[in-house]
């Protein structure tokens, strides 16, 4: 997450410092530290499904964090480098972007119902922070897709469609 993204926007875009977005994401940490449900409880699975018990609230909050996670950021990186070496048309990494938020909102709700089932409360408020964060990197992706994608697309490449540069 926010490999490619971020430096666009301190670099190019500029509408905010590291510094502002480090205050930020400290504030909406604490706050949501604040707001997070007590932990220590730990939900009985009654489904034979992990899909169905991660959806309810009835894993732990690693079971249903870190296995996609992983999984996302790894397709995002590799979207972003087939996208930038000019090997996937710009249409292709907004399908790939699209199929992959479906994913996103049910990898969302699963964190959030399954907050209470961690030690610690900082874990909670960490993996819905980088929930939250999953949403901001989308949109940064659309804000670099639609204003400014001759930044992150190599539009000269002969391999591009080059009319979905602008």
Request: glycine letters at 4%; charged letters at 10%.
């Amino acid at each position: 997450m926010f490999y490619f993204s971020l430096p666009i926007l301190f670099n190019d875009i500029q509408w905010v410092s590291p510094l502002e977005c480090l205050l930020i994401t400290l504030g909406v940490l604490v706050l949501l530290y604040l707001s997070a449900p007590q932990t220590g409880q730990h939900g009985q699975q009654t489904s034979d499904s992990f899909l169905l018990s991660a959806w309810l609230g009835e894993l732990p909050l690693h079971w249903v964090f870190w296995p996609f996670f992983l999984f996302l950021n790894a397709s995002l990186l590799c979207a972003d480098l087939l996208a930038k070496a000019g090997k996937i048309t710009v249409s292709s990494w907004d399908e790939i972007h699209f199929a992959l938020l479906l994913t996103v909102i049910w990898w969302t709700i699963g964190v959030w119902r399954c907050s209470a089932n961690t030690a610690h409360k900082i874990w909670a408020a960490l993996a819905r922070l980088t929930t939250l964060a999953v949403f901001l990197e989308y949109g940064l992706k659309l804000l670099i897709r639609i204003d400014y994608p001759r930044i992150f697309f190599n539009c000269e490449d002969i391999l591009l469609d080059y009319g979905s540069c602008f």
